[in-house]
């Protein structure tokens, strides 16, 4: 290869590089927008309800399910699950509480109904509850088996919550992998070389190299050594070659 076509070959690779990231940070734009504008709201009505009585896990799920319907109604993306996951202790009738609707009935979460201890996972230690409260940012988490809610593959996108004050929990939305790859991989192969959409942890999300799937990691695979572009504001990256 002549110094040439060495120079041609790289401006081909940041041209599907740059092209790649945004059509990722496009595509995720929305729902963090979306997400942002909702956790808002929410926080607005948690000021109003708790100025007024305690607050109840029933006020609590009067209060979020316009918005978890809205949220699983956005256009263009298929939602499997929104809604709101309380801060520890919010509460006055209970330590901890999803207020949540999922499915293509659009049920509400029920998790001591639908399994055994499912009501005593601690989230408050999960990715997409820990990180938007300790950076009062919005985040994107996964991809992660949902024992919580779907036990299917999931990204969860999350935004932090405020009443007076303080952080008051996330609002909250999920994508399963299946639908993103429906979604993402068409775009992502009209870049002309291989993209894979990575976590910050190096988990693949989402590629259009059959040798990767969602959830290998990249760590001392061929991918390694390439660079990893930041997909804008959202927490991901692409890695093209």
């Known amino acids: ?11 081909d690779t940041d041209t ?12 995720f734009r929305a729902p963090v927008d979306s997400l942002v504008e909702t956790a808002a ?6 000021d109003a309800v708790r100025a007024a009585a ?7 799920d009067a209060l979020v399910q316009p918005h978890a319907m809205t949220l699983l109604a956005l256009p263009d993306l298929a939602v499997y699950g929104a809604g709101y996951v309380a801060a520890i202790d919010l509460l006055d009738d209970a330590r901890s509480h999803l207020a949540w609707w999922q499915g293509s ?6 998790l001591a109904a639908q399994s055994l201890g499912k009501e005593r996972i601690d989230y408050s230690e999960m990715e997409w509850f820990r990180v938007p409260h300790a950076t009062g940012r919005p985040h ?6 949902d024992y919580l809610c779907s036990d299917e593959y999931t990204v969860t996108i999350a935004a932090p919550v405020a009443s007076r004050g303080a952080f008051a929990g996330v609002a909250a939305l999920d994508l399963l992998v299946d639908s993103i790859e429906r979604d993402l991989t068409p775009r992502l192969e009209d870049v002309g070389l291989p993209v894979t959409l990575v976590n910050g942890v190096g988990r693949v999300v989402v590629s259009t190299d059959h040798r990767s799937g969602a959830g290998d990691s990249v760590r001392g695979s061929r991918l ?17 070659g």
């Open 54 to 60: 305690p607050l109840t896990v029933s006020e609590l």
């Open 41 to 46: 709201a929410v926080s607005r009505d948690l």
């Open 140 to 145: 994107v988490a996964g991809p992660y088996v």
């Open 1 to 11: 290869m002549n110094l040439k076509e060495e120079v041609s070959m790289h401006q």
């Open 105 to 110: 009935d659009r049920s509400r979460l029920l």
């Open 224 to 240: 390694a050594t390439l660079p990893r572009v930041s997909c804008g504001e959202v927490a991901l990256d692409v890695i093209v």
């Open 16 to 27: 599907a590089v740059d092209r790649a990231a945004s059509i990722v940070e496009s595509y």
